[in-house]
Nanobody
Framework: QVQLAESGGGWVQAGGSLRLSCAAS????????MGWHRQAPGKQRELVAT???????NYADSVKGRFTISRDNAKKTVYLQMNSLKPEDTAVYYC????????????????WGQGTQVTVSS
């Protein structure tokens, strides 16, 4: 089993910054894409940003220029630096990862974290 553990959420005033982290552990052979999604109350979960194993990134239009996704492959960790936060960024943020398990050898996995709350006050 592959586990993802998020950290770094919290409360911040509009215009402030937060940095989320998500570390993968367990039965991991390799990780391909990693990413962040979010879900606000009463809304569907939406993509925030993704990053491939080679560092190519993709962002939702709503966060371009404010959020930066990065990863440390040696630590199996993905980060989300969030600057210029707005009240509409308030949501539970989930990380996800896709890759290959160690056992059974090189079988696919797609895991999600438990989520971390980000609250931005106006």
């Amino acid at each position: 089993q592959v586990q993802l553990a998020e950290s770094g959420g919290g409360w911040v005033q509009a215009g402030g910054s937060l940095r989320l982290s998500c570390a993968a552990s367990g039965n991991v052979f390799s990780i391909n894409d990693m990413g962040w999604h979010r879900q606000a109350p009463g809304k569907q979960r939406e993509l925030v940003a993704t990053i491939t194993s080679t560092g190519s990134t993709n962002y939702a239009d709503s966060v371009k220029g404010r959020f930066t996704i990065s990863r440390d492959n040696a630590k199996k960790t993905v980060y989300l630096q969030m600057n210029s936060l707005k009240p509409e960024d308030t949501a539970v943020y989930y990380c996800n990862a896709e890759g290959k398990r160690l056992i059974p050898y090189r079988t696919d996995f797609h895991s999600w974290g438990q989520g971390t709350q980000v609250t931005v006050s106006s």
